[in-house]
């Protein structure tokens, strides 16, 4: 996030403060990004990365999940619900 998005986003949600044990030299480079400006603060880019991390979570969850579906019904329940939503559509 760049320094406006970021006061945005502490602007419009609300934060806990927590305490975390992180290795020096991770530490180290989250200095280097907030000292090159790529994030304001040590919080906004841990913070950032938590929440990519958990996004890519979610994405690969759904996924998973997709995966599982068998295509052939999930297409024949497609084609059974269109053909009953466009005899209800009106005809312009």
Do not use: H, N
Request: hydrophobic share 40%; with cysteine; net charge negative.
């Amino acid at each position: 996030m760049t320094s406006g998005m970021t006061d945005w986003y502490y602007s419009a949600v609300s934060v806990a403060k927590v305490t975390i044990s992180i290795g020096q030299d991770l530490l180290k480079r989250v200095d280097r990004l907030v000292e090159g400006q790529i994030f304001d603060s040590r919080s906004a880019a841990i913070q950032t990365a938590v929440q990519e991390k958990i996004i890519r979570i979610d994405k690969s969850r759904l996924a998973r999940a997709c995966a599982k579906l068998d295509k052939a019904l999930e297409q024949s329940l497609a084609d059974d619900g269109l053909a009953a939503e466009i005899e209800e559509w009106p005809e312009y």
